[in-house]
DNA sequence: TTTGCTGCAAATAGTTTGCAGAGAC
DNA sequence: GTCTCTGCAAACTATTTGCAGCAAA
């Protein structure tokens, strides 16, 4: 869990190096990457922005959200069904555990992934440059009901 | 590497069990997973199709890949640009390396993954069903250009 | 003042669906 | 003969783009 103040900053930080204006609208789109526990979609985070910004239009979160992917600064997690949602604390690739019934994600802690890519690169005579591991279960919330 | 005769015939047999009628169409989309090497996309399999079936839609592709999913027969690899690629030979989750630049995937061996599941069950307390590893690199061939 | 950014609406791309006729069984 | 499947075209959904006005620096 990395401080979400300090994730807001370094992505304005990042921002304002490559010359990008400093909207309202777009440090309350980072403000919401920055805190987001849930890896939320461009979706969630139109609706949380209703509030505060009622005119504000879909077109603009995804250019916004783009923006700070294409600067590194956040993860895109895209599915088989067409959803994509945004991890803004780790910008790196790391493993998710996905609950298929209520679709909250979590990002476990695994040790094994580094070699693993290692072997892969020996393997097959591939570059490996990033990677993707998700799990796909039911939480145990989930399992209760 | 399945056979793909077998493939064939395996998938031909899941639809008679489940009274699915076996189209031409039907079952040319069939040999074409079956004997997919490369995960070919819809697209291509229309493509594939066309010197066979010329008046054949693009539609009745996409319901028939559905259906054999459906049927746990095919595996479905959906990217997060939207393209979507189909495994025929191991309809069962696999780790998979994709090449970034000529965007040809294979499947390597890897051993860990198993014990890597249950760390993740024991971690987040998730019934794991099932899983998704994709790693992407430049392979060979292209890194050589 | 100068760009880049926003909101709106229209365009786009991949996939799905309704319907009428064709064909597997 | 029945009922599913197919081809076509239209519908749909998530995302992107063009444009004119607006606002950050």
Redesign the pocket.
């Known amino acids: 869990m990395s401080d979400p103040k300090e994730r807001f900053d370094s992505i304005v930080k990042k921002l304002?190096e490559n010359?990008?204006?400093?909207?309202?609208?777009?440090l309350a789109v980072i403000k919401i990457l920055a805190q987001s526990e849930g890896h939320p979609?461009?979706?969630k985070i139109y609706d949380q922005l209703q509030d505060d910004?009622p005119?504000?239009?879909?077109?603009?979160v995804?250019?916004?959200v783009?923006?700070i992917k294409s600067l590194g600064e956040i993860l895109e997690l895209?599915f088989a069904d067409?959803?994509?949602r945004y991890d803004g604390n780790r910008p790196y690739p790391h493993p998710h555990v996905i609950c298929i019934q209520c679709h909250k994600i979590i990002d476990p802690d695994l040790s094994s992934l580094r070699d693993m890519t290692k072997e892969v690169a020996a393997e097959t005579g591939f570059e490996i440059l990033t990677h993707r591991l998700d799990f796909f279960g039911i939480c145990s919330n989930c399992m209760a009901e």
């Open positions: 304002k010359d990008h204006k400093l909207t309202p609208q777009r979609s461009v979706e910004f005119t504000m239009s879909l077109a603009t995804y250019r916004n783009m923006l895209g067409g959803s994509n």
